[in-house]
């Protein structure tokens, strides 16, 4: 079986500081890995993905997200956060439709 | 823009009414979905179209009623409703079901039954 985790209901951050949003994930094979955020009041957004290749992926908004296969993790980081990136962040895997409660981020001002 | 248009935005009905909830997707994908976000809960997945055929139906009430007369096109009917089914109700789209590819989501249609 397949799956992932994110082991962080709520996470606050100095804006300005560095952040992350931690995922780790369970599967046999290769995984997909995708992270969406979604804006309050808003639908999901697609921030980015990891298929295969570079394990540091770039995505929407200054995000990118780290592959640790070791780790069997896929943490999602900014360097410096914005007050605007206050929202709430999904973890997914390939063939998972659904999307758990994902991790409610804050940035304080 | 995500290429995934809903309406009604926002939609307050009573619990004998009949309203539908509709998606339109001009991005070519085969796949559809519907979600339903409530306060404090997870995102539960509805019910999924794969080439205008449903695949999936996660034990949802037969007062929501799904209808996928086309690819582009996805609709939720609602009839007799609860208030506990208030709740933002997001569609989607992706290419394919079953392939790894990004889902893109409506802005969602807020229900509120009273």
């Known amino acids: 079986a397949q799956s992932v985790a994110q082991p962080e209901d709520q996470v606050n951050v100095a804006e300005g500081n560095p952040l992350t949003v931690k995922c780790t994930y369970s599967?046999?094979?290769?995984?997909?890995l995708f992270w969406y955020v979604q804006y309050p009041n808003r639908g999901l957004q697609f921030l980015l993905k990891?298929?295969?290749?570079?394990?540091l992926v770039k995505g929407s908004y200054g995000f990118e997200a780290e592959f640790n296969k070791s780790q069997t993790s896929f943490h999602l980081k900014k360097p410096s956060a914005l007050v605007s990136d206050s929202a709430l962040y999904f973890c997914v895997m390939r063939g998972q439709l659904t999307f758990g409660s994902g991790t409610q981020l804050t940035v304080l001002p | 823009e995500t290429g995934v248009t809903q309406t009604p935005r926002h939609l307050v009905m009573g619990m004998t009414n009949k309203k539908s909830l509709k998606c339109e997707q001009h991005?070519?994908?085969?796949?559809m979905y519907w979600y339903k976000q409530s306060a404090k809960k997870p995102l539960e997945l509805m019910f999924v179209y794969n080439f205008k055929e449903q695949t999936e139906n996660n034990s949802v009430p037969s007062r929501f009623s799904p209808e996928c007369p086309n690819s582009s096109h996805l609709f939720l009917h609602l009839h007799t409703l609860q208030p506990e089914d208030s709740a933002l109700y997001l569609c989607?789209?992706?290419?394919?079901?079953?392939?790894?590819?990004?889902?893109?989501f409506g802005e969602g249609s807020w229900l509120t039954v009273v």
């Open positions: 989607a789209s992706s290419p394919d079901k079953l392939a790894p590819n990004t889902i893109y």
């Open positions: 991005l070519g994908h085969n796949a």
């Open positions: 990891y298929i295969t290749g570079d394990n």
């Open positions: 599967v046999s094979g290769n995984p997909y």
